[in-house]
């Protein structure tokens, strides 16, 4: 799921800052899916929503490549399924330069995020007196780069989080490092899976004790959510039984 896919006469290549990015057909599938309760304020808001996740997710990426390039490893980046994926020809030897690599997608997006909020500010431009479209770009773009961020940030392998989670363990503790970081994956992914379930039945039926207890700005969990954690969970559960397997 979140290895490099198969090229396809439907991907879209380009260049973005000297780096070939590729976004293949199930990117923009996914991303629609995902927005299609936009589609009750219209068309264009969809549409919208799609190109904010294309540039989010993108941004992300390219984090991970500049920073790739500041240790002299060339990069790709290819978008698909739920995000993207940057590959490098080489990864960096030290850890720290690996932790480095890692956490610079999530905040490049936080960047980005930091930089709209700080144009809306310190100008009128794009929330006082411009068109809706503009102010519902510039509110989701924010949105979803900081959410897109700590998400990605989550302990949960492959995230960029459950990367930075393995170097730290196995820093902590040589031969033993990697099967504690899937260790955490699988239990944070399960949680997750879960909380993802109890949202959707709240949802379902208008209303629960997590909506109640929960700030507005905690998002409830979703169909997609369960689903998406569930497959993580279950592909940690798979890397642990292979890391046992090659331990014993």
């Known amino acids: 799921m979140f290895d490099d896919p198969e090229r396809t006469a439907y991907d879209v290549r380009f260049r973005c800052l000297g780096f070939p990015v590729r976004v293949h057909p199930l990117f923009w599938l996914v991303a629609a899916l995902l927005g299609g309760s936009f589609l009750q304020m219209g068309l264009l808001y969809w549409l919208l929503w799609i190109a904010v996740v294309f540039v989010a997710v993108l941004v992300h990426e390219l984090g991970h490549a500049l920073a790739y390039r500041y240790h002299g ?11 993207g994926l940057t590959v490098a020809d080489r990864v960096p030897y030290r850890r720290g330069a690996r932790i480095v690599v890692t956490l610079a997608g999530p905040f490049a997006g936080f960047a980005l995020a930091a930089v709209l909020y700080g144009l809306a500010r310190l100008t009128p431009w794009p929330v ?22 700590i998400f990605n940030l989550l302990p949960v392998y492959p995230l960029d989080g459950g990367q930075v989670c393995r170097e730290v363990c196995e820093g902590w503790r040589a031969g033993a490092g990697r099967y504690l970081s899937l260790q955490i994956s699988l239990w944070t992914a399960s949680l997750l899976a879960l909380y993802g379930l109890l949202g959707w039945w709240e949802e379902l039926r208008g209303g629960g004790p997590l909506s109640r207890v929960l700030p507005p700005w905690v998002p409830l969990g979703s169909w997609w959510t369960a689903l998406l954690f569930g497959l993580l969970a279950w592909q940690s559960y798979q890397l642990l039984q292979h890391e046992r397997y090659r331990r014993w």
């Open 73 to 83: 490893s060339a990069a790709a980046i290819i978008l698909w399924m739920f995000g």
């Open 128 to 149: 006082r007196g411009a068109p809706t479209e503009l102010a519902f770009t510039y509110h989701l773009l924010i949105v979803v780069n900081l959410y897109w961020g």
